[in-house]
């Protein structure tokens, strides 16, 4: 049986979303809920205006 050499990755989508959610973590850390619905209000609006 043959061994595939293995070739190296172009995109990691698995370490891209662990680096997202590290990157939310640290933002948020800390904030109350109030500051928590503003904070994912702004990130909802900015998705949806494609800004």
Do not use: V
Not at 3 to 19: G, L, P, Q, S, V
Not at 29 to 39: P, R, V
């Amino acid at each position: 049986m043959k061994t595939k050499e293995k070739k190296e990755k172009e995109f990691d989508a698995i370490k891209m979303t662990r680096d997202i959610k590290e990157k939310i973590s640290r933002e948020i850390e800390g904030m109350n809920l109030d500051e928590l619905q503003a904070y994912f209000a702004e990130k909802r609006a900015k998705l949806y205006s494609g800004s």
